[in-house]
């Protein structure tokens, strides 16, 4: 009797114990990404991450939030409303960083200027940024961000005096130069790959015009610095699932298919973006390219008072996943 008594008792304890490990292994990790321009080619790894099951095979209940752009993902990462933002400006982030904030480098998520060009209309007298002067006026999307940082960068090299304007995303950008408010504009493809076709506007300048611009990382995936130190692992499972994405989105047929639908734009064009613009290596989450260079620009365009320390660096930068670029 004891003996049967005590065989239930071991029974009912290791049915308990499998019954507790299968909730804590079926409890997925909640996240909030915030992205910024819905619908483009560098941003989309979050939506095909949901729907290919990768945040579900990592234990990862991931809510996608969409912001204006990289400056309010990089708020709702200070605020913690949001623990990981992609593709967000690194000169935003530095600037944060150096002034308190709780927000931290987990991967590098644009080295290279990720198909960056800048516009005129057809009927632009501008050929080239060396016929601008002080009256002509160059967007870019808002202050800190990649198209700023690639935007100063062109204006440099071509020794511009044209002004530089927060235009915000490529649709309003686009209003501005159709309507005359503005000369220049920028876009990310495949925004504006229509129009191009059309002949509405030219392409005026690229951000590979710029050589450094080549193997410097201009976007980041930024998180939360306080919700990083506790959920170190949250973050690398999150991080991994979206690299699985973006391989998805490079290697495998059907993603054009998946991607038009997202975007709602050609396969043509979606397979433009693809092999003409911005290649899978773009997306690497080490190194962070060229650091040094975008720490002098951020005091250059007192982002920052001066330059960041190595211990600073080292404490801004904490890559959780690094996978291999095929």
């Known amino acids: 009797m004891t003996h049967a008594v005590s065989r239930l008792a071991l029974g009912a304890g290791m049915a308990f114990a499998v019954a507790v490990s299968a909730g804590a292994a079926g409890a997925a990790d909640k996240v909030t990404i915030a992205s910024s321009h819905k619908g483009s080619w560098s941003t989309v790894m979050a939506i095909l991450a949901e729907e290919q099951g990768y945040f579900k095979k990592e234990g990862i209940e991931a809510k996608v939030v969409w912001t204006r752009g990289g400056s309010d993902a990089q708020q709702a990462i200070i605020s913690n409303a949001a623990q990981i933002a992609p593709q967000t400006g690194i000169l935003g982030v530095v ?40 009256e002509n006026t160059m967007g870019f999307s808002r202050p800190g961000s990649s198209t700023n940082l690639v935007a100063a960068a062109l204006k440099s090299m071509y020794k511009s005096p044209i002004k530089l304007k927060p235009a915000g995303g490529p649709p309003g950008t686009l209003t501005q130069v159709m309507s005359g408010q503005l000369d220049v504009g920028w876009a990310s493809p495949p925004f504006g790959l229509k129009n191009l076709a059309k002949g509405e506007i030219r392409i005026l300048a690229k951000g590979d015009d710029v050589p450094a611009v080549k193997s410097q990382t201009i976007r980041v995936y930024a998180a939360n610095a306080n919700w990083l130190k ?19 989105l490079y290697k495998n047929p059907k993603a054009i298919d998946d991607y038009v639908r997202i975007s709602r734009i050609s396969a043509e064009n979606a397979k433009k973006v693809r092999d003409e613009f911005i290649p899978l290596k773009s997306y690497a989450y080490a190194p962070i390219g060229d650091l040094d260079t975008t720490i002098k620009q951020a005091v250059e365009f007192k982002r920052l008072k001066k330059p960041l320390t190595e211990a600073q660096i080292k404490d801004m930068i904490q890559i959780v996943y690094e996978p291999k670029v095929m």
């Open 95 to 134: 600037s944060a960083y150096a002034k308190g904030a709780p927000i931290r480098i987990i991967g590098a998520a644009m080295t290279g200027s990720g198909g960056l060009y800048w516009y005129v209309r057809k009927d632009s007298k501008l050929k080239s940024l060396k016929d601008a002067t002080a």
């Open 230 to 248: 506790a959920n170190r692992d949250v973050a690398k499972r999150t991080m991994r699932a979206l690299w699985q994405a973006a391989e998805y």
